[in-house]
T-cell receptor, first 115, second 111 residues
Framework: DGGITQSPKYLFRKEGQNVTLSCEQN?????MYWYRQDPGQGLRLIYY?????DFQKGDIAEGYSVSREKKESFPLTVTSAQKNPTAFYLC????WGTGKNYGYTFGSGTRLTVV | EDQVTQSPEALRLQEGESSSLNCSYT??????LFWYRQDPGKGPEFLFT???AGEEKEKERLKATLTKKESFLHITAPKPEDSATYLC????????????FGQGTTLQVKP
C-alpha cells in the first residue's frame, strides 16, 4: 500500500544533541513538507521541498535542517540550536502541478521529547 | 495577514446530537479549503476538499460546506467513534502548495 512512513514513533533528545527524524513516501509525490504540532496550536510549517535537491524554509525553520537527495525521502534534523524542540512532528507529501489544489497525505508522526 | 480560525476549540455532544464546526478564513486568493480528521497520537486523515463558494461534500455523517468567508463541517447524529480533532486548512494562489492550518476543534461524543 502507498503511504508515508515516519520513524521513529517516539524519540528522546538530550540537551545539546542533534537528532534526525525520518520520512519516506512511496506515493511518487513531488512535494514533501515538515510540520510541527504543539498543544492548542495549529500545524506550523518548518520546511518544504517541491523537487529533489531543492527545499525552502517555512515559518519556523530556525534550529532545523533538511535534505532532499531522493524523491522518496525528506529527513528532518533537529539541531541543538532549537531551544524548545519538544513537540509532535508531522511529515506530509502532495502532488504538484500548476492550477491544481492537492491535499496532503500525512505520516503517523514522531513525538520528540527533550530529556 | 493570512489566517484560519476554527471554533469552537472544543465541543462535547451526546450521541445523536447534531452540530456544526466552523472554519473562518482570510486569505488572498483562496484555491482550496481542506478538512482533516486527527485521532490522538496519529497523523491527520483527509476528509474533504472544497474549491468554490456554494460547494458541498458529504461522507457518512459529515457534510462540509463553503462560503466566501467560512466553511462548516456539519455532523449529523454523531457516534462516539466520531470523537477526534478536526482540522481545517486553506491553500492560496501562488501555487506554493503550502497549506495554512487552523488550530483545530476537538470533538467528544458521549454515548
Amino acid at each position: 500500500d502507498g503511504g508515508i512512513t515516519q520513524s521513529p514513533k517516539y524519540l528522546f533528545r538530550k540537551e545539546g544533541q542533534n537528532v534526525t527524524l525520518s520520512c519516506e513516501q512511496n506515493l511518487n509525490h513531488d512535494a514533501m513538507y515538515w510540520y510541527r504540532q504543539d498543544p492548542g496550536q495549529g500545524l506550523r510549517l518548518i520546511y518544504y521541498s517541491q523537487i529533489v535537491n531543492d527545499f525552502q524554509k517555512g515559518d519556523i525553520a530556525e534550529g532545523y535542517s533538511v535534505s532532499r537527495e531522493k524523491k522518496e525521502s525528506f529527513p528532518l534534523t533537529v539541531t541543538s540550536a532549537q531551544k524548545n524542540p519538544t513537540a509532535f512532528y508531522l511529515c506530509a507529501s502532495s502532488e504538484w502541478g500548476t492550477g491544481k489544489n492537492y491535499g496532503y497525505t500525512f505520516g503517523s508522526g514522531t513525538r520528540l521529547t527533550v530529556v | 495577514e493570512d489566517q484560519v480560525t476554527q471554533s469552537p476549540e472544543a465541543l462535547r455532544l451526546q450521541e445523536g446530537e447534531s452540530s456544526s464546526l466552523n472554519c473562518s478564513y482570510t486569505v488572498s486568493g483562496l484555491r482550496g479549503l481542506f478538512w482533516y480528521r486527527q485521532d490522538p497520537g496519529k497523523g491527520p486523515e483527509f476528509l474533504f476538499t472544497l474549491y468554490s463558494a456554494g460547494e458541498e461534500k458529504e461522507k457518512e455523517r459529515l457534510k462540509a460546506t463553503l462560503t466566501k468567508k467560512e466553511s462548516f463541517l456539519h455532523i449529523t447524529a454523531p457516534k462516539p467513534e466520531d470523537s477526534a480533532t478536526y482540522l481545517c486548512a486553506v491553500s492560496k494562489s501562488g501555487n506554493t502548495g503550502k497549506l495554512i492550518f487552523g488550530q483545530g476543534t476537538t470533538l467528544q461524543v458521549k454515548p
